[in-house]
Every structure is written in structure tokens, then in C-alpha cells.
């Protein structure tokens, strides 16, 4: 279940922006840390479906001191809608923390495009419904 998001989707922003969600669920899973320090925006705001509230350095240490294990992250239903330099994907994600702890929510994530390319600058979670 790898490869491309699917979405309806023609622009070329939009593409960048699957691209880039991508590399964001690869760096999430195989805890990337390079990876994450260039796609987070200095200023993000990560609201995970518990509500906690983390900042760009706690995602980052979460992921790289193995606290945040993910061994998979699909995306489902997504939606990307583009307002110039800001993009807003909407989508359901199903993450997997071992294989009988598996998180099924819907989330929000708002990238913004700088001279360092998207960032990611917000990301709200909401647990589904059992």
C-alpha cells in the first residue's frame, strides 16, 4: 500500500504536495530525522487525536528516541486544496503503533510553501468514532 497518494487532483502544486506527503510518512515511519528537520516548519503546531499538543522539536524527539514507533501510516479519502503558497490535505490516516495498536483518524495537515519548499506548519488529529 506504498507508493502515491491517490487524489483528485491535476495541478502541479497539488502533486508537490502528495510528493511531499510522501516523504513525510516515509520519514515518519523510518524515523528520519534530516528528513523531518527540513519538511517541519519551525513554527509547527502537532495536535496528535489525544490532544496533546507538540511543537517541531517534541515530534522530532519523539521520532528519532524511538518514544513515537510507527510501523505503518496509510492514507485514505484524501483531499489537497491549494491557496497559493498555502495547502491544505485532508485525509484519513490509519497508523500503526504495533500490530493490535492501530489509530484510525481523520487529520488536517496545513503546508505553506517556503524558500525551503513545503513545510508543514499545522496538523490537527481527530480519533474516529469505534
Sequence with gaps: MGGMLFAATDTPADKEIL????AYRDAMIH???DVLERLLHNDLS?????GQLERKADVLKSVTSG?????????S?????TYGNTSLVRCRVDLWHSETNIVHMNVLH?????PAGWQLAARQATRLAQ
Design 19 to 22: 510528493a511531499v506527503m510522501d
Design 31 to 33: 524515523n528520519k530525522a
Design 46 to 50: 502537532f495536535v496528535h487525536s489525544a
Design 67 to 75: 518514544k513515537n514507533v510507527i510501523i505503518r501510516m496509510e492514507f
Design 77 to 81: 479519502d484524501t483531499t489537497v486544496r
Design 110 to 114: 496545513a503546508w505553506i510553501k517556503t
